[in-house]
């Protein structure tokens, strides 16, 4: 994880949550007074963002005193301990929120990639993220869905080049945009992968006749069709399928040899494990 962007994230997370002051508790509590907690698990799944909250406390209050007992990744069942935190009262309680948010957000996506992942235990595809995260939490997002076994797709627009439906059709068809491209690239000297989506068999040869891609995506493809598609394809790129795959038919798609299967709602459609802080 990029440390730089961590420190930036939680610096405006903590500005956009504590505001001028923490005022609740500057008003009952002495600024001397120093205290500890614990971060307690409540329900079963797999464990992400204890790095992140570690950096939430030491921004607060550099040196502060944590001892942690389990790692990001850990399957974890309700009593769990996680981590022990001391130092002052204050830091404890602006970071209180801020924490929770990210683990129990982030330890819910580990927990469901996890599903994705172990339904495809014994084949060669990977599950893939996607861009439908929360925004100022991409990294956080996708980091979880690397703890709980998944691949990470390309972080944003910068860091590949991912020809849509809607760049094909803006750019004039199919052999248009690739050639568009590899004109870019080379003018700009960037060495990016490129991938193209195709949303029919038709489609999916002319990318063939043309080349000149890493990835090809297939979009919204059913279980026969894919087949036939990665069929074609034959090693000559690498495939992903995309759309419409839920966890019922995420091991079908993958039994017809496709390499990567992305799914959306790895980020997009979780539900937050349950955790808390409590004083000791």
Do not use: C, W
Not at 190 to 214: C, Q, S
């Amino acid at each position: 994880m990029n440390r730089l962007l961590l420190k930036e994230f939680v610096d405006n997370a903590l500005k956009e949550d504590i505001g001028d002051g923490d005022h609740s508790s500057l008003a009952s509590i002495p600024a001397s007074a120093r205290g500890k907690v614990q971060l307690l698990v409540k329900e079963n799944g797999i464990l992400a963002g204890v790095e992140v909250a570690k950096a939430v406390f030491e921004e607060l209050e550099p040196g502060i005193l944590i001892e942690q007992f389990l790692n990001d990744g850990a399957q974890i069942k309700p009593g769990d301990i996680v981590l022990t935190v001391e130092g002052k009262v204050h830091t404890l309680l602006k970071a209180e929120r801020l924490v929770l948010n990210i683990m129990q957000r982030m330890s819910g996506i580990a927990t469901q990639t996890k599903v994705y992942a172990e339904r495809l235990e014994g084949l060669h595809t990977k599950v893939l993220d996607t861009r439908k995260t929360t925004p100022g939490m991409r990294m956080l997002e996708k980091e979880a869905v690397r703890i709980g076994g998944g691949m990470n797709h390309r972080m944003g627009l910068y860091d590949m080049i991912m020809l849509k439906d809607n760049h094909v059709d803006f750019a004039g068809g199919i052999e248009k945009a690739i050639t568009a491209v590899h004109n870019y690239l080379k003018s700009t000297g960037k060495d990016l992968k490129i991938e193209i989506e195709v949303r029919n068999i038709a489609e999916l040869n002319e990318v063939l006749r043309i080349g000149g891609v890493d990835r090809i995506m297939l979009d919204n493809f059913d279980i026969a069709t894919t087949r036939e598609a990665v069929g074609l394809i034959a090693g000559k790129y690498e495939t992903e399928s995309s759309g419409g795959i839920t966890l019922d038919t995420l091991r079908d798609y993958a039994e017809t040899g496709v390499d990567y299967i992305s799914v959306g709602a790895l980020t997009h459609h979780i539900k937050s494990l349950d955790l808390s802080l409590k004083a000791l």
